[in-house]
């Protein structure tokens, strides 16, 4: 139960295993279900719409990260749309300041740390051990990977996604729909549409409009 | 006759002073690839980058698009430093402008430099010569440059201006060093009998049967052999030719939503000379290849990637680019797991190669190589 009504987790993959075991480790009644893909892209929302009405049920929507996040980022918005609130998910083993606010089906796993002022926007995940300074605006749909830390006054665009280990220094800004999955620093400013990873340790970008 | 098979030799790909002459006589003379013209729709957009070594600058200016060394005439420093960026021609130093002709604007504090009037009107970025095709430009580093038209036949210059217009604006572009000569990755590409042995899993699986264990058609103007034949150095304009080929896959997701280039599932390959390889599976997306050098055996391997234009403007392909992106680069790396070890074991031990009979442009490209750029008599191994 989550207020007065039950809670349901939907989605697929790793991130659904994490939402029940935070569910779990919270103590929250709740069921599960893993929703049907053809493409990992689009999902088919029908039979938990079907099983949980809106007006006993709320959700926390579950996907892992891919490129952009839009997959996430859609499906929360469909169930808002269908009329159900979306819940936080925090583990008892985090610790996030009273004064940070999180904007709905946020995923805090086990030994995060979420610092004074700090805004989350809707659909973010923070895995295990993820460290978040005072101050950060991360917006919708970001994926902070496990031990990922970011650093005072940072912002993360909509749609990014940090790896496992990445670390940003204070006050960086990262872009919208950005991956930054190389593990260690960033220290320059990381344009919107920018991809890191092994191999591209200089960085992919999009061009144009 | 082992001597029709042979053309260049290890040092070819290893030696600094032959390294030199390609910059002077090959990038210094001929036409390079610089960017897309799409990238650099919005005032002082541009994007900095190296030419065989060279800083050169393409950016949007008041006048247009414009080329320059990347170098402020003060005291050198590059007047942009980021790659890609919309910013004015400002110098980060000392906050000298430059116009959009690459003329000297302001100088903040310009007493303190005390040039005399001459002297300052001498002060401006070095202009570099650009040619627009379509969407792609092109810069020349000479003083006096060809006519572009020497460098590609009518034929491709048509072509690239007509595939241009099913190029999408938006497009997604990474470099990454690979340390092997820029001439073995140009000849991998124009390789296919590589295909079945590095990409047996990635790319080999979707080429047609009939096909993937042959040679491309060869360019137009060049005559198919039973056997290599020994002819003088071709003319620079055969250098760069397109080549179609069938495959066997189906029309992506996306293809509803693009202005698709062609009807036909196929692979489509335009190589330019010296160090461009511009390719579409299937006319539903674009991928650009470029090899820069940097030393004999260092290169920046450059990607450029984009769809076919976009239906509608609003539709939003960031996630898709992002993937063909990666699934490209893995292909690539491929290649150049094996190109890194083909430059790495090259020495005076190295065998003579012994081109195959597919290999007849390689052997044109060569020749033209050998006549134009080592200026060196063939030296035939019997």
Redesign the interface.
């Known amino acids: 139960m989550t207020g007065s009504k039950h809670l349901a987790l939907i989605g697929a993959e790793t991130s659904l295993i994490a939402a029940n075991e935070v569910a779990k480790a919270c103590g929250l009644d709740h069921e599960s279900l893993a929703l049907a893909t053809r493409d990992r892209y689009h999902f088919d929302l029908a039979p938990a719409l079907a099983r949980f009405p809106a007006s006993e049920w709320a959700f926390f929507v579950a996907l892992d990260e891919r490129a952009v996040n839009h997959a996430r980022l859609e499906l929360v918005a469909q169930v808002r749309a269908a009329g159900y609130e979306t819940v936080n998910l925090i583990s008892p083993q985090a610790s996030v300041s009273p004064s940070a606010r999180l904007h709905g089906n946020v995923l805090v796993e086990a030994h995060v740390a979420v610092a004074a002022n700090v805004s989350i926007g809707y659909a973010g995940i923070l895995r295990v051990a993820a460290l978040v300074a005072a101050d950060v605006n991360i917006e919708a749909g970001c994926t902070l990977g496990e031990r990922a830390r970011v650093g005072r006054e940072c912002t993360l665009g909509t749609g990014t996604t940090l790896g496992p280990d990445c670390v940003l220094e204070a006050r960086l800004r990262v872009g919208v729909h950005c991956e930054l999955l190389l593990a260690g620093p960033f220290v320059d400013a990381v344009p919107d549409r920018s991809f890191f990873d092994r191999l591209f340790p200089n960085g992919a970008r999009i061009l144009g409009r | 006759m082992r001597r029709d098979r042979h053309c260049l030799d290890a040092r070819h790909y290893v030696d600094e002073h032959v390294f030199q002459l390609e910059r002077e006589r090959l990038y210094g003379r001929l036409w390079i690839f610089a960017g ?1 013209a ?2 650099l ?1 919005e005032r002082h957009s541009y ?1 900095a980058r190296r030419v065989a070594g060279v800083p050169v600058l393409l950016q949007n200016t008041a006048t247009g698009l414009r080329a320059f060394i990347n170098q402020c005439p003060h005291r050198g420093m590059p007047v942009q430093r980021a ?2 960026g919309a910013r004015a021609l400002v110098c980060p130093y000392h906050g000298w402008s430059f116009d959009g002709q690459g003329a000297l604007h302001a100088i903040p504090n310009e007493v303190e430099y005390g040039f005399e009037p001459q002297e300052r009107a001498g002060l401006s970025m070095i202009p570099v010569a650009l040619r627009q095709v379509g969407e792609l430009l092109f810069v020349n580093l000479a003083d006096d440059p060809m006519p572009i038209e020497q460098q590609f036949a009518p034929q491709m210059l048509a072509a690239l201006d007509g595939l241009s217009r099913h190029l ?9 060093p690979a340390r092997c000569n820029w001439k073995l990755a140009m000849e991998n590409v124009k390789d296919a009998n590589h295909v079945q042995f590095l990409h047996a899993e990635s790319l080999f699986p979707a080429m047609r049967e009939e096909h993937a264990n042959r040679a491309p058609p060869l360019a137009p103007g060049l005559t198919p052999a039973p056997r290599i034949v020994r002819t003088a150095a071709p003319p620079l304009g055969a250098l760069s030719y397109a080549v179609k080929t069938p495959l066997d896959i189906a029309p992506g ?1 996306f293809a509803p939503l693009v202005e698709r280039y062609g009807t036909d599932n196929a692979y489509y390959n335009w190589f330019l000379y010296p160090n461009v390889n511009l390719c579409s599976i299937n006319g539903l997306h674009f991928v650009l290849q470029q090899y820069d050098p940097v030393a004999p055996g260092s290169s920046d391997y450059h ?1 450029w990637i984009m769809t076919a234009r976009r239906k509608h ?1 609003d539709t ?1 392909f ?2 898709l ?3 063909l ?2 699934a490209e ?2 292909v690539v ?1 491929e290649d150049l797991q094996h190109l890194q070890a083909l430059q790495g074991a090259f020495g005076p031990w190295s065998p003579p190669v012994s081109h195959g009979n597919y290999e007849q442009p390689l052997i044109d490209q060569h020749r033209w190589y050998v006549a134009n750029v080592v200026h060196e008599a063939r030296h035939d191994r019997e």
């Open positions: 897309f799409q990238a729709r994007f790659g890609f999408d604006h938006r497009l997604i572009h990474a470099s990454f997701w990607l403007p939003d960031t996630a680019l992002r993937t992106m990666s680069r893995a790396e």
